[in-house]
């Protein structure tokens, strides 16, 4: 990727497994609680790639088996650590800062009595912002092809990209 523009970055996105990518631009995120805006990880952030791919409908609506369940989730954050891993290194190599947000541990926050860990960003906010859909009332990502079965990442990145829309569907 020589010239990071929205289009490559998209196409390369794509071209790793991603089924969905979109682009905010960092001034979208000005209701991100303290320490969890992209200026709070990159301080040059200007964008934030956004990126998901589909959970298999049949192992949750017809599987059987929780250890098939298990070893898909586990896929999915693999293959969305490696889609951001590769995105990163990529725009880094076109000469500008990038940083993967992680789609599960390591957290940077643990909350020891809910046994709960929170990520640098919100991925579910950063995907709405980036076009990819709409908070549910179940607070999942609804997407109008995917519905809310997605597996979400992001890349925050110090150019300024061209920014997709934010998804005006209900």
Known sequence: ?????????????????????????????????????????????????????????????????????TFIRNRMVDKLDRIMFLLAEEVESAGHAAIPAASSDPYDYWDMER?????????????????????GKNTLLVNRQFGNLLWLGAVLVDAPLAADPIADYS
């Open 1 to 69: 990727m020589n010239t990071l523009t929205a289009e490559l970055i998209k196409q390369r996105a794509a071209e790793l497994g991603a089924d969905l990518c979109g682009i905010a631009p960092v001034e979208r995120f000005s209701q991100a609680p303290a320490g969890f805006h992209p200026t709070d990880v990159l301080p040059d952030c200007r964008s934030v790639i956004s990126v998901a791919a589909r959970f298999p409908r049949t192992t949750l609506t017809e599987g059987k088996s929780q250890a098939a369940y």
């Open 115 to 135: 046994r709960h860990g929170q990520g640098i960003l919100s991925l579910k906010h950063a995907a709405v912002l980036a076009g990819l859909g709409k908070m």
